[in-house]
């Protein structure tokens, strides 16, 4: 994606007071050229997922593709803004776990397609493959 240019100079243009909306807006960009909706994909942005007491949360971004009428979720992304230090990273790393929890914890791991963990922080992101065992 850093050879696309307007995403490049987007993710250069990256700084403390970037707004939300210029992130929303880089990942959309950057999900939707990988995981192309003439493909059958799809990208959800503030995708909502519930845990089995009741419990929600609101995911940056949830990718699925359609397999005939079926959806196929395999991607949650999350991004936080950069600030000094390396907690921003552990708790973008909580949050991202709780999601993919919720959305894919309760289904037996043999009946759902592999599933995978995006974390972003600023210019920076990390990829993660979620395992019930080792909540990624």
Request: proline residues 6%; aromatic residues 14%; glycine residues 8%.
């Amino acid at each position: 994606y850093l050879n696309i240019p307007s995403i490049a100079s987007e993710i250069r243009a990256i700084r403390c007071r970037t707004t939300e909306g210029d992130i929303s807006g880089i990942w959309n960009a950057i999900l939707n050229w990988v995981f192309d909706p003439v493909n059958g994909y799809i990208t959800r942005p503030q995708a909502m997922h519930r845990a089995p007491r009741g419990r929600k949360g609101f995911s940056d971004f949830h990718t699925f593709q359609y397999i005939g009428t079926n959806r196929q979720y395999f991607l949650i992304t999350e991004w936080k803004k950069p600030t000094p230090g390396d907690a921003i990273w552990e708790e973008g790393r909580r949050q991202l776990g709780r999601y993919l929890s919720m959305q894919h914890g309760t289904r037996p791991a043999n009946a759902r397609p592999r599933v995978y963990g995006i974390l972003a922080v600023g210019q920076y992101v990390r990829f993660f493959i979620y395992s019930d065992n080792r909540k990624m």
